[in-house]
């Protein structure tokens, strides 16, 4: 469990930091990027120091042939951490589209109600069956995700656009990366898999980056602050898949860090939670408790 508070404590900075930054008008764009590159060279040097690369050399020249190495333990890191790398990146970038076409909170809603991907795919594929206690719980906490993020009184089918329903399904599989990571791979791996993941990303991010003007401070800044609370949230999410069942962790994980942004907004920026909000933390917190 304390690996899951990690992943929800790490996650709720992102957007945290995201609001103070918006104040110096700073280029998300820029940011992203610069995000990527600051966890890309960390973990470079994590990986370096660990010798990765030397025992990815050694293990590549031990196997018969490419096919072996890419199906290892450790081949599998890294064509995972690459699918991965873009399903994070494209599922900024579709974000950014959803934002333009559909307005934030229908982006914003459609990205928190992906959780519900990982949460199937685990159920499906893996068989991960919680307990009764354990499912109300889960159930509990889906329940309050859709109640806050979406306005069911404004809500109509013809404004769901196609952008929408491709955002919820590359963010879902976005994070579904890090049980598929944890499940055909080793956990042992996980620097080179993070690794991977933030540089296929970064590379992706690129070209938007090259397309922004006018480089300001503030975007370096944001950049490398926000960088280290989004590793973290990755590493403690791998850690945490690794001791509690997927279907379990997902919901935790995404209803939690609702409650804590939300709590974080009141207490930093004044900002006042409608009766919704109250009603959908409440239903977080029994979820909280009932699962664990």
Do not use: C
Not at 102 to 110: R, V
């Amino acid at each position: 469990m304390i690996y899951l508070v990690g992943a929800v404590i790490s996650s709720a900075l992102i957007p945290i930091l995201f609001k103070l930054a918006h104040q110096h008008k700073v280029q998300e764009a820029i940011v992203i990027t610069l995000n990527y590159f600051v966890i890309t060279i960390f973990m470079g040097f994590i990986v370096l120091r660990n010798n990765w690369l030397f025992q990815g050399k050694v293990l590549l020249s031990e196997t018969p042939d490419l096919l072996s190495f890419i199906t290892s333990k450790f081949g599998l890191s890294i064509l995972i951490g690459v699918l991965t790398g873009a399903l994070f990146y494209f599922s900024f970038y579709y974000y950014q589209k959803a934002v333009r076409q559909s307005g934030a909170t229908m982006a914003g809603a459609f990205g928190k109600i992906g959780i519900l991907i990982p949460v199937l795919l685990s159920l499906l594929i893996f068989k991960e069956y919680p307990t009764t206690k354990q499912w109300i719980g889960i159930i509990l906490a889906i329940v309050a995700i859709l109640y806050i993020s979406i306005d069911f009184s404004a809500f109509k089918l013809s404004k769901i656009h196609p952008v929408l329903i491709v955002l919820l399904f590359i963010g879902g599989f976005a994070d579904f990366g890090n049980k598929i990571f944890q499940t055909y791979s080793d956990v042992a791996y996980k620097e080179v898999f993070l690794f991977i993941v933030f540089f296929t990303a970064l590379l992706l991010s690129l070209k938007q980056f090259f397309k922004q003007k006018n480089f300001r401070k503030w975007d370096l800044i944001t950049g490398i602050t926000i960088g280290f609370p989004n590793l973290l949230s990755s590493f403690f999410l791998v850690m945490a898949l690794n001791n509690m069942l997927a279907v379990v962790v997902f919901p935790l994980f995404s209803a939690s860090t609702i409650v804590l942004v939300s709590l974080l907004s009141f207490f930093l920026f004044k900002e006042k939670l409608e009766r919704k909000e109250y009603i959908g933390i409440f239903l977080i917190i029994l979820s909280v408790l009932l699962i664990s």
